[in-house]
């Protein structure tokens, strides 16, 4: 059995260790969204494999309740138009699950042109199947995700159609692949245009509208569209933290992000260290393990391994609905808890990890310098001493930092951030909350200078940015639903009162009889008495 190293003697003894454009193209080819503004799909890429029959039948019944709850009918967004050409409503950033919701949310709405972007090909949208390397899903499997309360769109209602109830009430919880799977499904079945391999490069202002220049297999594209959904997932705040010291003093072929691709297959034989006690650290651990790593070891800073995850506390329908609608220091006051309490990794993660004997976990041992040893191999500095490492897996989470957002170069000048419009109390400081953006009820940026770039307004957050303004629906399944709600009533609120004199217009101007009444015949009088 192995130890912990790098704790006190009674941790030691208590080691866990335990065995167990013309050229650019939407999936699926020519596409036409609701109001029939065209969208050129020219060398899609190869769609998904066809549904089973049990699939088409489950969205054929999924098309059959939408239709059930089609009330009001009417189209109501008006198309824009900027020099001939329409204006698209809605671009959405990010194919991957917050990405699909928003979308099946703004359907819902009646909200026609929609287009969503993705920077990889079509399936590998998200991390599911990329840098997501538990075995399942964290969340219980009922939570209602992206199917928005429509029943036939629900995971349960895909699992049971292809696998029946019985495996449905067996399954303890979903696996990653099989997520993915779904959401691919839902894509298809709710027919969202989708351009994949499209990298959003630029957003900017444009009189009123958003200039998007995306780059694509087949060169650069610009959009105009009057909002942007960003749903880019954890680095949508910023981008993965990494040491400036590893950066600076590791051979980049020597050291990896645990959320970037790495060839675990070539770390076969290998001694992997890994930095962080999160569940990303522990997954990536195990994954290395599992690859064939001679020896991982796992360092962290903290003398033990958190127990409490106090996230727990914020899932209840109240705080989803209106967490946002809390004043600031109540709010600041939040997120000072969740960033001061780090979360324990899950407990079948952390036995997937534990049951190899080749595991050693470092206590108290945060790396204070990294360097090469005359023979090559990586040098770890800790205050529990130096240890060697062939390769080295950084589970380090993600920073807020918009400046690493190329994407908001334009507008980032004018981007108000929580440290712009609040001050905390003495003793309350969190530079960390302060370098978040500042957001508005619907997910938007808000403006530092109000006036001076009102565009930027028109950018909505639905990503890790959004967690000290909006709390835990803007990232994560389980509060998905509430802000899928929330991100398309502002998105709708904005373009109702764009257009509110016009529909006051139109209804001052109406005028189409409901009927055409016509008097009904007098009464015959009735026969007299012979």
Wanted: charged content about 20%; proline content about 9%.
């Amino acid at each position: 059995m192995g130890r912990p190293v790098g704790a006190s003697p009674d941790r030691r003894a208590g080691a866990c260790r335990r065995r167990t454009s013309s050229g650019n193209r939407l999936c699926g080819g020519s596409e036409r969204t609701e109001s029939g503004l065209n969208i050129d799909l020219q060398d899609a890429p190869a769609s998904a494999p066809a549904s089973s029959p049990a699939l088409e039948g489950l969205a054929q019944q999924a098309r059959h309740e939408l239709a059930l709850f089609d009330y009001p009918p009417r189209e109501w967004v008006p198309p824009r138009f900027r020099d001939g050409d329409q204006v698209l409503d809605v671009v959405i950033v990010g194919g991957g699950q917050n990405g699909v919701a928003a979308a099946a949310g703004l359907q819902q709405a009646r909200v026609p042109n929609v287009l969503m972007l993705d920077e990889n090909p079509e399936g590998r949208e998200g991390p599911w199947v990329t840098y997501a390397r538990m075995i399942t899903l964290r969340t219980i499997k009922t939570l209602p995700g992206p199917a928005l309360k429509v029943p036939a769109l629900a995971f349960q209602s895909w699992y049971e159609a292809q696998h029946g109830a019985a495996a449905w009430d067996a399954l303890v919880r979903i696996p990653k692949q099989m997520w993915m799977a779904y959401l691919g499904w839902l894509r298809r079945t709710l027919s969202i245009p989708t351009l994949s391999e499209a990298r959003l490069e630029l957003i900017e202002p444009a009189e009123g509208l958003l200039r998007l220049t995306v780059r694509t297999h087949a060169g650069t594209r610009q959009f105009l569209t009057r909002k942007v959904v960003l749903a880019t997932g954890s680095t949508g705040a910023g981008g993965r933290n990494i040491p400036a010291f590893v950066e600076q003093k590791l051979p980049r072929d020597r050291w990896a992000h645990s959320a970037e691709a790495i060839d675990f297959r070539a770390l076969a034989g290998k001694d992997v260290a890994v930095l962080g006690a999160g569940a990303s650290a522990f997954d990536n651990a195990a994954t290395a393990l599992e690859a064939g790593a001679a020896r991982v070891d796992l360092y962290m800073r903290r003398a033990a391994l958190p127990e409490m995850n106090s996230a727990r506390f914020m899932e209840f329908e109240g705080l989803y609905r209106h967490f946002a609608d809390m004043d600031n220091l109540t709010r600041w006051r939040f997120m000072r808890k969740i960033f001061a309490s780090p979360m324990p990794p899950p407990p079948d993660t952390f036995l997937r990890a534990t049951a190899f004997p080749n595991f050693h976990l470092h206590f108290a041992s945060a790396w204070d310098d990294v360097g090469l040893r005359a023979d090559g191999r990586i040098e770890l500095s800790t205050p529990s001493g130096t240890y060697p490492a062939d390769f080295a897996i950084l589970g380090t989470g993600f920073a807020a930092d918009l400046s690493r957002r190329g994407e908001l170069a334009a507008v980032l000048p004018h981007v108000a951030l929580w440290g712009d419009r609040f001050a905390p109390p003495p003793g309350e400081a969190s530079p960390a909350i302060g370098r978040f953006p500042f957001l508005g009820p619907g997910f938007e940026l808000t403006e530092r200078a109000p006036g001076v770039c009102p565009e930027l307004t028109g950018i909505h957050m639905f990503n890790g940015a959004a967690l000290p303004s909006m709390g835990p629906i803007g990232l994560g399944i389980n509060g998905m639903a509430h802000g899928t709600e929330r991100l398309v009533r502002g998105i709708t609120r904005d373009f109702y009162l764009q257009d509110a004199e016009r529909f006051c217009a139109e209804f001052l101007a109406y005028d189409v009889p409901e009927a055409r009444l016509v008097p009904a015949p007098s009464a015959m009088p009735s026969p007299s008495p012979t």
